[in-house]
């Protein structure tokens, strides 16, 4: 059973065609990696799935819902942690939580229970009632994650959620997602451009580049298309090498997200 479905998706500002006619599915409880240069069409996309962009043409369907005609259903359906912090440093990381769940309307007794059980998943329990500007990139992004899961989401996006990360971090944050993903069979809807976390994480790639999809499989069938060891080779042999400039994404998202339970959104 597929959890998204994308059929003959396009987004043009005037003349340019940031998405040009892409089709993919993603399935209940896959880890789903979504790849491309900057300026690839990745945000767009990540925008028109996430109800902050209307589509031209083309379908979505996401959790059984269209993000257009059925914006707060599909809004209820996801978590997302974007590339920018958007945590507010000024509140405790408690507080942070709070925010969240109040804003997503989940009942206080659930959302207080369900705000220690992620905030001890996530092993930041103990600092519940610092401040969150005294926490660490890497224990931000924690806090981020258990945030965006608060109201029970089918499906989390995370845009380049280790960047600027240490190692270490980002292998404790992929083996909490990891966890997540089995014991409650939440799909994974991700970007970045570490290869070898699309590599190991995974189960299926799509790469994006000019706005169209160029190639959809395992790392194993992306590999073997190409003829490459690797998966960043192979990435490089279907995109090319030539340095693309960064697609306006991530701090727009965030901005946008600030707005979208404006007007048609919370009710």
Known sequence: MNIIEVKNLSKSFSDFKAVEDISF?????????????????????????????KPTSGEITLNGFNPVKNADAVRHSFGIVFQDPSLDDELTAYENMEFHGV?????????????????????????????????????????????????????????????????????????????????E???????????????????RIAIIDHGKIIALGTSAELKAKTGKATLEEAFLSLTGKVIREEEAGPLDMLRMGRRMWRGGGRK
């Open 185 to 203: 069979g939440i799909t994974v809807f991700f970007t970045t451009h570490y290869m070898e976390e699309a590599d190991k994480i995974a189960q």
């Open 25 to 53: 599915s993603v399935a209940k409880g896959e880890i789903f990696a979504f790849l491309g240069p900057n300026g690839a069409g990745k945000s767009t996309t990540i925008k028109m799935l996430t109800t902050l962009s």
């Open 103 to 183: 804003l997503y309307g989940v009942p206080k007794v659930l959302r207080r229970q369900r705000i220690e059980e992620l905030m001890k998943f996530v092993e930041l329990w103990d600092r519940k009632n610092s401040l969150v500007k005294e926490f660490s990139g890497g224990m931000k992004r924690r806090l981020e994650i258990a945030r965006g899961l608060l109201h029970h989401p089918k499906i989390l996006f995370l845009d380049e959620p280790t960047l600027g990360l240490d190692p270490q971090t980002r292998n404790h944050m992929w083996n909490y997602l990891s966890e997540l993903n089995k014991t």
